[in-house]
């Protein structure tokens, strides 16, 4: 299982929702940016998937996306240096898989489970963003409310997963 996040530009006109209402725009130095975290398997295909904004970091939402997503047959979960946390690396041990998240430069840790040919396949996950981020909705949040453009990205995903049957 592969997990990344990966940050979409809100339109100009994606604010100004209802007082009360979940957003999930967030407002950064780059702009207003939601943040799409999601869960791959080992073909590309999405599996399970958070909205948040966009200044929330990878490690924060990690735990609640391997509660949901790791099942008894997930060997390995692959993850970039965001997610060098031994709080997921102890969550994922937990769950009887192996994490293979490269250290961050200036750790001083040793990586065990850390295996160079199963991170190469990575690149599912980003293809993965690529192909999500060719519908325009994704690709520049219009959405004001977060359930909007949650469901956006919902049906994004079911077109990629019925793709797969063909």
């Known amino acids: 299982m592969f997990i990344d996040g990966s940050y979409v530009k809100a339109h100009q006109h994606a604010s100004g929702a209802r007082i009360g209402e979940e957003r999930a725009i967030g407002v950064s130095g780059g702009g207003n940016t ?6 791959a398997d080992s073909h590309g295909i999405p599996i399970d998937f958070e909205i948040t904004e966009g200044e929330v970091h990878d490690s924060q939402v990690a735990n609640k996306i391997i509660e949901k997503v790791s099942t008894s047959n997930t060997k390995n979960i692959v993850a970039d240096k965001g997610y060098d946390s031994d709080d997921i690396r102890i969550q994922v041990w937990a769950k009887g898989a192996t994490a293979v998240i490269p250290r961050r430069s200036n750790s001083t840790k040793e990586n065990l ?6 991170y190469k ?3 599912l996950v980003e ?6 981020k060719h519908y325009r909705g994704i690709a520049t949040c219009f959405d004001k409310l977060a359930r ?3 469901f956006m990205v919902f049906i994004a995903c079911a077109i990629l997963w019925m793709r797969i049957g063909k």
């Open 113 to 118: 489970g850390f295996d160079s040919h199963i």
């Open 127 to 132: 293809n993965l963003f690529a192909k999500l």
């Open 148 to 150: 909007s453009f949650r």
């Open 34 to 39: 939601s943040k799409i975290h999601i869960a």
């Open 121 to 123: 396949q990575r690149h």
